[in-house]
């Protein structure tokens, strides 16, 4: 199709082809700009689930409106072939950029970051992705070489209500590198996002994936029964905040992961900020020296809904006395209604 023309769209060049799909970059010549088109590939085209699903990818981003979701302009069709029309980025995807470069800790942190964000949005909207993996993940570059990850291909996302499952019971959809125990077993739940982001995270702070096999039937039994390696032995300078969050990410229970990707936001802000200020203390390690092995209890802190303020001097008093290696344990007592439980939280 390179060199031909659909609708108002001339087509430059074919950027990648997927399972399902070929994405080409292309002019728009209304509007003199430069696009991407993803049109489904001949042999899928027959397929009803498959065109429903293209068609629903079209309807969950079309609501979206956050910096680090890749955005559609729209749904056309011409001759019954459908396409979507979707903003073109300069850069590489994830897989790519792992390749080819060695990616710095501040760096990975504030990938993780928006790459959580990008699923704290879309699980606002009652949004699973279920096929988070570097392939689907692009890291924008601007004119100024800044750079922004841009979540991709929401073309295997449900809708949490039943009404909207295109897949049958027990039907395992994703990538089996990033797949969780039970996405195996064709369930998937939020926490199965946070477990293919850890994946991500793991793999860009090595350069290998969490759970790798010469096999299938190996890469199953790692997703199963096995702990990845331990991150401090592949990787020196992780910080332990970082860790926890992964490992926590990679239990295998769902129940026991980190719960939401709001909370794991909220984190992932705190190491950024502890990173920044040269510190890497935090609520989730201070007292914890971390292993692979160690399984941590789930975390029942609530998050503050507004900005902490004033009490620096009592705040100062309860930090010093935390560092004080004979203290093991501080009370802060008082009548009720003082702020005690807001100021132990912060």
């Known amino acids: 199709m390179v060199g031909s023309s659909v609708l108002h769209f001339q087509i430059i060049r074919k950027i990648g082809t997927g399972a399902m799909s070929v994405v080409y970059e292309a002019l728009d010549t209304k509007l003199e700009r430069s696009v991407a088109l993803k049109l489904?590939?001949?042999?899928?085209?027959?397929?009803?689930?498959?065109?429903?699903?293209?068609?629903?990818?079209?309807k969950i981003v079309s609501k979206f409106d956050h910096p680090n979701v890749g955005?559609?302009?729209?749904?056309?069709?011409?001759?019954?072939?459908?396409?979507?029309?979707?903003?073109?980025?300069?850069?590489?995807?994830?897989?790519?950029?792992?390749?080819?470069t060695k990616l710095k800790i501040k760096t990975i942190i504030q990938f993780a970051l928006?790459?959580?964000?990008?699923?704290?949005?879309?699980?606002?909207?009652?949004?699973?992705?279920?096929?988070?993996?570097?392939?689907n993940i692009f890291v924008a570059k601007d004119a100024y070489g800044t750079e922004q990850i841009k979540v991709l291909d929401f073309g295997l996302a449900k809708l949490e209500q039943p009404s909207h499952r295109l897949t049958k019971t027990n039907y395992m959809t994703g990538t089996i590198l990033y797949a969780s125990p039970e996405q195996l077993k064709g369930q998937f739940v939020a926490q199965s996002d946070l477990w293919a982001w850890a994946c991500v995270?793991?793999?860009?702070?090595?350069?290998?994936?969490?759970?790798a096999g010469n096999s299938i039937n190996e890469v199953l039994h790692q997703i199963i029964a096995a702990?990845?390696?331990?991150?401090?032995?592949?990787?020196?300078?992780?910080?332990?905040?970082?860790?926890?969050?992964?490992?926590?990410?990679?239990?295998?229970?769902?129940?026991?992961?980190?719960?939401?990707?709001h909370e794991l936001v909220a984190l992932l802000e705190q190491c950024l900020l502890d990173i920044k200020s040269g510190s890497q203390a935090s609520v989730v390690t201070v007292a914890y020296p971390l292993t692979a092995t160690i399984?941590?209890?789930?975390?029942?802190?609530?998050?503050?809904?507004?900005?902490?303020?004033?009490?620096?001097?009592?705040?100062?008093?309860?930090?010093?006395?935390?560092?004080?290696?004979?203290?093991?344990l501080v009370s802060i007592v008082g009548f009720g209604g003082m702020g005690k439980t807001r100021l132990a939280l912060e």
């Not at 995270?201 to 759970?211: D, I, Q, S, W």
């Open 71 to 100: 955005m559609i302009h729209s749904l056309e069709t011409v001759a019954g072939q459908s396409f979507l029309v979707m903003a073109l980025y300069q850069g590489e995807t994830l897989a790519a950029h792992i390749i080819n």
């Open 227 to 261: 702990q990845p390696h331990p991150l401090e032995q592949i990787r020196a300078g992780v910080p332990d905040g970082l860790t926890y969050m992964v490992m926590k990410c990679l239990e295998k229970n769902p129940d026991d992961r980190i719960q939401t990707a």
């Open 295 to 328: 399984h941590f209890p789930k975390a029942k802190f609530p998050v503050p809904n507004t900005e902490f303020i004033g009490r620096e001097v009592e705040l100062e008093q309860i930090i010093q006395t935390l560092q004080t290696p004979v203290n093991r």
């Open 40 to 58: 489904l590939l001949a042999n899928a085209d027959i397929d009803p689930t498959v065109q429903a699903r293209f068609l629903q990818e079209a």
């Open 114 to 135: 928006e790459i959580a964000k990008a699923l704290e949005h879309a699980h606002g909207f009652q949004v699973l992705h279920r096929d988070i993996k570097p392939a």
């Open 201 to 211: 995270v793991y793999e860009m702070l090595t350069r290998v994936a969490p759970f």
